[in-house]
């Protein structure tokens, strides 16, 4: 045993020696489009650094600059009309259905958009012609670097958002004494002014109308530039640096902005504050502040794949090339990036991360840049716990409070309903109207999905402090759900109605009742909640009337193809290819479809998901990522990885990876990069279906490896080595005790292990007790999976004790 911990050390060593050279994004060249530039965040502000000697160019974002103000957007002719829609449903008439919630359930608001600052422009005279050009993005400390030549004169620039200062640093140095000179200015599409105060150039912007909701934001942007030697002169509308040596930006930026309905903030009072704080540290100790608070998330989790010289070559020509199959480590530098914008993108106290993250240099982002939340603003937020980044969560919880708050208001005044209920879309002003039409709107499962993440977390954590302070968002959602639920008169399930299964229809309309995705949704919010309110001595009786509705809900079913029905008819087309999968929820994120206790809806999970394809939009192809290992078939999941690892270049229509590693949908959708992460991570741990399940989802391509820091449920961190693409042994730390069950492809060795019997007696392993599907008469007998054999052990733990084990025979 003591041999095999030195093993594993010496690996998890090697590992850190290796990430430290390849946990970098790098160029030979500037970047000219916006997704080659590279991004640094801490949470509330987001930087695009561009690289250009001659102009370059740090594009700006704060977090809380969206278009519009406070508002909603709930129509309450919508009640009214709900009868009415209803019985065109239920008759068949989706179409008129559809045409009335157009109609009636609107307003003119369909969400805010997320909006840029502009940018910092930094004019250098004379550095047009360069040589020895480099710049990079260090994942591993979250510092960008640019260098070059200007003739036998050597220029660094270097940049970071700090985490522990609240701004923007760059450091800007010339290898020769007093050879560095340039100006500083603004360019903004706000409506915006720029002055000079107090030593500083400052942009004061506002935040624009939009459909018919005038701009409540106002921004103010701060620059100032020391110099350790030479001149800084502040004009009216830029900075120049002369004959200096070391130069250090320093970039303040706040606004008005306090909560979703509240802007009576001081920006300009919070932008010095940053600033003048900012000012009083050191660069070096700023910068090593900045890359502790980093480094105390980002390196919990390593992840070795091997290397190859391939992984020496530019960060774009590795995503071209990856198709060749000798770069393996790109697919964990990917992983990593992942993990990187997800830190710089959502800290406790901020936002959290919309569809562009934090990123966007347009008044009119992509879809606004908003939450989408039929599938992309729950992506964001999958890799979060199992790759131990669980503070990263607490944004999306702070915004489930508010959403229950302003859903509680749509639920009564559009539905007549208890609880809160949110659509398809938000945004910061926390809008829950239906938005965009009625074919992609008309969703009200919004909230109730949103709230899964509330549930995981206590999975996760076990933190029943945590669960009772959320509960009254679970409750929110369940009884939302309580009270829309209706008889569907046909079958006499409790179905939701209207509603779609999101943006697909088997028909011209989407508008049905009960579709697969939905009966999920509220299986999962309704039992959840129940186990919930049972955990935390709360009311019986609300617990047993969960229960009941939980039992009224539509069993899952299996078509004439062999394949999980979207729909309460068998209306699948196996041709269909359509880039979102969402009856498939049941399988991932949820834990409803499990190969031992379901093998035919297992298989017919598998069936549809062969029918819809392996190529789809960038976020598609992260969530397929994620079924697939679910599916436990590695190989499948290796070959999503391979479609996404398509570079974005003319001619390649195909292509789902921008130059800087951003997905593409395309354009540029940030829930790609972290569905690939979560994805990642599940081919290499599972623990939703009542174990810790070792190396599920292993690619015979990872021969060889090693992960460390991952979360199974339970609170058990897992260090997983393998060889000859089988677990060789593993290193878990059970944070708060309990009982580990083990489950792998292979025998298992170590203390305390005993085989498993029965279901596992760890409460936070409870599984879901779902109904038997119904089969179609046009099939004799549901196809089943082949499986491989599994080891199951039990192993009884003490917080704070690490177990090892081994390959046994």
Known sequence: MKRTCISLFLTLFAVLLVQADELKLWYAQPAVKWVEALPLGNSRLGVMVYGNPAHEELQLNEETVWGGGPHNNNQPNALNALPE???????????????????????????????????????FDGHGEYTDYYRDLNISNAVATTRYKIGEVTYTREIFTSFTDNVVIMRLSSDKKGALSFSADYKSPLEHTVKKKEGKLILSGKGQEHEGIPGAIRVETQTLIQAEDGKVAVESDKIIVSNATIATIYISSATNFVNYNDVGGNESKLATAYMKAALKNPYEKAKADHIAYYDHQFSRVKLDLGTSDAAKEQTHLRVKNFRNGKDISLAALMFQYGRYLLISSSQPGGQPANLQGIWNHELLAPWDGKYTININTEMNYWPAEVTNLSETHQPLFQMLKELSRTGSKTAHDMYGCNGWVTHHNTDIWRSCGVVDGAYWGMWPNGGAWLAQHLWEHYLYTGDKKFLKEVYPILKGAA???????????????????????????????SIIAGC?????????????????????????????????MSKRLPPMQIGKYNQLQEWLEDLDDPANDHRHVSHLYGLYPGNQISPYRHPDLFQAVKNSLIYRGDMATGWSIGWKINLWARLLDGNHAY????????????????????????????????????????GIAEMLLQSHDGAVHLLPALPDTWRSGSISGLMARGGFEVAVKWDGVQLEQAEIKSRIGGNLRLRSYVPLKGEGLKEAKGENPNPLYTQPDIKAPLVSEKISTPQLPALYRIYEYDVQTEAGKTYRFTRGS
């Open 85 to 123: 829609v209803r019985r065109l449903v239920f008759e068949g008439r989706n179409e008129e259905a559809q045409q009335m919630i157009d109609e009636k359930f609107r307003t003119p608001q369909n969400g805010m958009p997320y909006q840029t600052i502009g940018s910092l422009m930094l004019h």
């Open 479 to 509: 009884d939302f759900f309580l009270d829309f639920l209706v008889e569907h008169p046909r079958y006499k399930w409790m179905v939701t109605c209207p509603s779609n299964s999101p943006e697909h229809g088997p028909g011209k309309s």
């Open 516 to 548: 697969t995705m939905d009966n999920q949704i509220a299986f999962d919010i309704l039992t959840r909640t129940r186990e919930a309110c049972l955990i935390l001595g709360e009311d019986d009786t609300y617990a047993k009337k969960l229960e009941e």
């Open 639 to 678: 070959k999503i990885i391979n479609n996404m690892l398509m570079l974005v270049e003319d001619g390649n229509d195909d292509g789902r990876t921008y130059p800087n590693l951003f997905d593409a949908h395309p354009p540029f959708q940030i829930d790609g990069n972290f569905g690939y992460t979560a």
